[in-house]
């Protein structure tokens, strides 16, 4: 009965985002054409990403681990562990005043209506392709030079392994971060790797735990701010881990 059960709510999923893409999808399409209108356009993208965690029955509460406070007017890499699809939508979330453009897979441009939409607002790369995953720091350079930030999760991708606490970094967020000297802000998602797994025979809604770890300084060599990430979310994950 429970895998029926989440399978009818992954399934509202579904239905939930059809329908929120419909309604806030054309007004983020019409205003991504103009560069100077992103910020508009961002804030139809965190009603979407509003409606998609609040009416899957998600929570957050936010525990500040730094007493940093982050400059509404300059752009950040914000970089997090990723364990589910609903971190895509927490980093939004938590980010009112810095507009995000996300690196995301270039298969996902290949769903129908969401993926018109997105390859105009994120970064897309093709992992396959060593020429595009180079041209991601140029791409993602001129998006921070129009006043955007970058949301990158530097584990690439979700290990398939999931007794893995942490992931490898891949050294992308923090190349960008030291060439363009922009601050690191970096936070620790617990809970959604039971909540909202991969496996759509599992999950639960709740409510989540978010630290905020801080920023890393950036004119630390990209290794350096790597292995300083690295550690502090692997640190915060075992810690307050139930």
């Not at 982050?70 to 990723?82: A, L, R, T, W």
């Not at 998602?189 to 890393?216: A, C, E, H, T």
């Amino acid at each position: 009965m429970t895998k029926i059960l989440n399978y009818l709510w992954r399934f509202w999923l579904l239905v939930l985002a059809f329908f929120l893409t419909i309604i806030l999808g054309i007004p983020v399409y019409i205003l991504s054409f103009t560069k100077k209108h992103y910020k508009y356009a961002y804030k139809f993208i965190r009603l979407w990403c509003f409606g998609m965690f609040y009416g899957m029955g998600f929570r957050y509460d936010l525990i500040k681990l730094s007493d940093q406070e982050m400059d509404k007017n300059k752009p950040y890499v914000f970089i997090s562990n990723h364990t589910s699809i609903m971190d895509i939508m927490l980093v939004c979330i938590l980010s009112p005043h810095h507009p995000i453009c996300f690196v995301g897979k270039k298969e996902l441009v290949k769903i129908p209506i969401f993926g018109t939409i997105y390859k105009r607002i994120c970064v897309m790369v093709d992992r396959a392709s060593a020429r595009s995953r180079a041209d991601v720091y140029r791409r993602c350079a001129e998006k921070m030079e129009e006043g955007n930030s970058i949301a990158i999760f530097p584990e690439g991708g979700v290990p398939d392994d999931t007794s893995v606490i942490l992931d490898d970094f891949k050294d992308g967020a923090f190349i960008l971060a030291s060439k363009h000297s922009s601050p690191i802000a970096v936070h620790t998602f617990i809970g959604l790797k039971k909540m909202f797994p991969f496996d759509n025979s599992q999950g639960y809604p709740g409510r989540v735990k978010v630290y905020f770890n801080g920023v890393i300084d950036p004119t630390s060599t990209s290794k350096d701010s790597k292995s300083e990430a690295f550690e502090e979310i692997k640190k915060t994950l075992i810690k307050y881990s139930i």
